[in-house]
């Protein structure tokens, strides 16, 4: 079946750093690939989408790299704040379908 | 940006009672709505998509009888958990979509349902 694994369930890391967020999975080959964050009670906000055919997209202080030989996105903030801190989704989508990994809950240090 | 409302964004309800959860996307016609749950410390799982007019398409697991959802216009489509038991209590979140299937889904900001 169709796996999705965010590298782990939290990251600390130090404000003015670059953060960086693993996606990995198995068992699907996916059109397009999507990050979202979600603070807490909250519903997602959709952050940058990578389409199979790209490598790399950026949108200000984020970077998406995707590698379907490998299977996985790497999900970069630069110059980290901690206003970044947040749960960071992972999601895989082909034609209607979008395929959510659990998250990875980012804290930025001050 | 597009915005997405639910109503309500919580409720608690005793066992056996029905809930209905309202999405409606603001400033936009939404083509397509999906409905999701999610559980603490899971993932979004998709329950059912909707398009307008027609019927909604239900994950495999998840009981339409139950779960049931109306799509009555392009801005607006409802959840009704029916007879909800405590393990119905969970985050339910819906989006909206404009268009083909590589545009952003807008999410609603969920509504959190506790069952008695």
């Known amino acids: 079946s169709q796996k999705i694994e965010q590298n782990s369930e939290a990251l600390n890391i130090q404000e003015g750093k670059t953060a960086t967020l693993t996606c990995n999975y198995t068992?699907?080959?996916?059109?397009?690939l999507q990050w979202y964050r979600q603070d807490p009670g909250r519903g997602p906000v959709f952050l940058l989408l990578?389409?199979?055919?790209?490598k790399e997209k950026r949108k200000e202080r984020l970077k998406v790299t995707f590698d379907t030989t490998l299977k996985q996105s790497l999900f970069h903030i630069t110059a980290s704040q901690p206003a970044d801190s947040a749960t960071y989704l992972c999601?895989?989508?082909?034609?209607?379908?979008?395929?959510f990994g659990k998250g990875t809950r980012l804290h930025i240090l001050p | 940006g597009a915005v997405v409302s639910q109503h309500p964004s919580r409720v608690i309800c005793k066992s056996g009672t029905s809930v209905k959860i309202e999405c409606r996307s603001l400033?936009?016609?939404?083509?397509?709505m999906f409905w999701y749950r999610q559980f603490p410390k899971q993932s979004l799982m998709l329950m059912a998509t909707?398009?307008?007019?027609?019927?909604?398409?239900?994950e495999q697991g998840v009981e339409k009888d139950k779960f049931l959802i109306n799509h009555a216009s392009l801005t607006l489509s409802t959840l009704t958990v029916t007879s909800a038991h405590p393990e119905d209590s969970s985050f339910y979140i819906c989006?909206?979509?404009?268009?083909?299937?590589?545009?952003?889904?807008?999410f609603g900001p969920g509504t959190r349902l506790t069952v008695l």
């Open positions: 989006s909206a979509r404009q268009g083909i299937s590589y545009n952003e889904q807008f």
């Open positions: 999601a895989l989508g082909r034609d209607d379908k979008i395929i």
């Open positions: 909707s398009n307008e007019g027609s019927k909604a398409t239900y």
């Open positions: 400033d936009f016609q939404a083509t397509t």
């Open positions: 068992n699907y080959s996916p059109a397009y």
């Open positions: 990578i389409r199979e055919n790209e």
